[in-house]
């Protein structure tokens, strides 16, 4: 009896680290993603929708913002796996759906690498228009890595 209240508590476990890796996601998916100094406005925030405003704008002159549309994609890419990863772990370890196993640690494995690439991105777009990144795509990476490698682990127990 023992050996089975142990691994639900490492299922518990291993679920509160994926919600918590979810819910950073979903408030780095929202937060500020990028940030500049101006000498007399003090700092300026942008988050990806007024990235997306800006790169609309610059499209009116044929011009784009570069570096805006790929990290928008991996930004949506992380999201939406952080959402399926945390609702197929919660499936195949409440349920008791073993063959949705794999599928986790895939999806987990998937989720990792988005965060990671999100966050790349959004260094390049930083360093392409001289400004910095803000907490949106540090949360993603956290978050992701949380959320992935943590559904990814999952495969193990």
């Known amino acids: 009896m023992s050996k089975k209240s ?3 508590l490492k299922t518990l476990v291993l679920c509160l680290i994926i ?3 979810l819910v950073l996601a979903i408030v780095g998916m929202f ?21 997306s405003d800006l790169n609309d704008l610059a499209k009116k002159v044929d011009s784009t913002y570069e570096g805006y549309a790929v990290t ?16 197929c772990f919660a499936v195949a370890k ?5 063959g949705l196993n ?8 998937l989720t990792v690498v988005a965060a990671i690439l999100v966050f790349v991105f959004a260094l390049v777009m930083a360093n392409k228009h001289d400004v910095s ?15 992935g490698g943590s559904a990814a682990a999952s495969g193990k127990i």
């Open 19 to 21: 919600i918590v890796g």
């Open 72 to 87: 928008n994609i991996f930004a949506w890419v992380t999201f939406i796996l952080a959402i399926v990863v945390t609702v």
């Open 31 to 51: 937060g500020n993603f990028l940030k500049w100094d101006a000498i007399l406005s003090g700092t300026t925030y942008a988050k990806l929708s007024d990235l």
């Open 94 to 98: 409440f349920l008791g759906v073993n």
């Open 133 to 147: 990144i803000a907490s949106g795509p540090i949360m993603m990476l956290i978050g992701g890595l949380l959320a």
């Open 6 to 8: 142990a691994i639900n």
């Open 102 to 109: 794999t599928v986790v640690s895939l999806i987990g494995c």
